[in-house]
């Protein structure tokens, strides 16, 4: 069974810095995303790390976050640096579909900026 598990969400000052976490089990991947949903807002693209190829970042994102992954356990980190109020929102772990599986999203976890 395919289970994505988030951490590592917050309430920090504008300007802080979170470290979010996504334990991936039950499949090998070469890809895993995060998003993001805002109140009132639909769920966006935030980061995608590839097994073979550079991270590819939401523009709001780039320069500030970084996607990466530790290969012995399985998970795959979000550093996200210089928050800003506008970064609030529940953040999602996503693995991609492909040709053997569906996708499969986390529960997310919360990330609240305050000004």
């Known amino acids: 069974q395919v289970q994505l598990v988030e951490s590592g969400g917050g309430s920090v000052q504008a300007g802080g810095s979170l470290r979010l976490s996504c334990s991936v089990s039950?499949?090998?991947?070469?890809?895993v995303g995060w998003y993001r949903q805002a109140p009132g807002s639909q769920r966006e693209f935030v980061a995608l790390w590839y097994d073979d190829r550079d991270p590819k970042y939401s523009e709001s994102a780039q320069g500030r976050f970084t996607i990466s992954r530790d290969n012995a356990r399985n998970m795959v980190f979000l550093q996200m640096n210089s928050l800003k109020p506008e970064d609030t929102g529940v953040y999602y772990c996503?693995?991609?579909?492909?040709?053997?599986?569906?996708?499969?999203w986390g529960q997310g976890t919360q990330v609240t900026v305050s000004s």
């Open positions: 996503n693995l991609p579909s492909n040709a053997a599986r569906r996708g499969y």
């Open positions: 039950g499949s090998s991947f070469d890809a």
